[in-house]
């Protein structure tokens, strides 16, 4: 039988609380289209550095790498990643700065500040943070910034100035960037509005957001509960996330010839639903089916709604998280998956930890049809990796 050949590759690497993705989608007769999504927070990079390094130095280009949104488990490996040859190999860095924050009046375009740099956005001019703490040095020459996106904000909103060189248009509220020969990507978050609110604490926000977010923090012990009544804690009310930078984060859909995957960063769960929605029914359908979903906000019960998983409902959920500070991902999202999600999903954890692990419990998965995978201990800097298949 015949080999199925990969559409989309993806490996969630194990960044502790934080987001550090690698997604390849395979083009016949040309190079590997890669994605990097988010860096982890900063103790990620000698892994994430150790993981670029092993790519084939012929062909270790990164065509796009996100910078989902300002929080330190999202960024923090991405600032030494700037400041190393690595970056040079990136096509376009998608990373919503300070001027692409406020609305603009109608028919002008939001774009990068003359002198403005993507490492200067992050870290302050010369390589030096906010708080006056010395940062990374940028490159020798300019690093592309939302060239897709013609300079402007990646949002859903209408496309912001010319489209780089990607095909650019619109679905529904969504804007989408068509890679020729390769993936068909749809910004599902941020909406503008929440750009704007992200606008009048922009300074305060990442100055936070360069300190570690686990620092000094002596995390409460964690308590596991039992999951002898999923649907129960599957309905419980939980109140929706309302972090600023949460509400800011770059989420995408990525389709590759069949296959797709959600990728969810820490987006609201009820902004994902809409940009989905708003997808399925620019194609005439009720939701949108997917391979896979890569949870938001490391599996919290805020962002994890009823909503969001009926609008994609999917075959695999990925978690990015090993619980060590926020005790992620919390019962009730991971519920809410296993009991509203289409029978047999497949649970994805990079890390395997004693909260994790009660959802491999045979009863448990017996009584609701579900699977989970763990890491390879045999490949365990590799996280949670999963390929699908092609359809076309």
Known sequence: MATVPTAIHVEVLPARLGDCLLVECPRPGGPTWRMLVDGGPPDTWPLLEARLRRLDPADRHIDVAVITHIDNDHIGGMI??????????????????RTHLSPTAPGRTRSIEQGESLVT???????????????????GHALPWNVAFGGGPVETGAPAGPAGPAAQGTIGASVT????????????????GGLAKLAATWSATLHTALQPRDRGLAPPVDVLGPLDDLPHLAGERTPADSSVPNGSSIALLLEHRGASIVLGADAYGDVLAAGLHGVARARGQQNLPVDAVKLPHHGSQANVVAALLAAAPASHYLVSTNGDVFHHPDDPAIARVVVDAPAGPTLRFNYRTARTQRWADPAVMRAHGHQVVFPDPAQADAGAVLDLPART
């Open 80 to 97: 030494p990643f700037l400041a190393s040859d690595l970056a040079t190999d990136v096509g376009d860095f998608w990373f919503n700065g």
């Open 177 to 192: 960037v068509t890679v020729p020969d390769g993936p068909t990507i749809t910004v599902l978050s941020p909406t503008p």
């Open 121 to 139: 956005a992050l870290l302050g001019p010369l390589g030096t943070s906010k708080s006056g703490t010395p940062g990374v040095q940028a490159p």
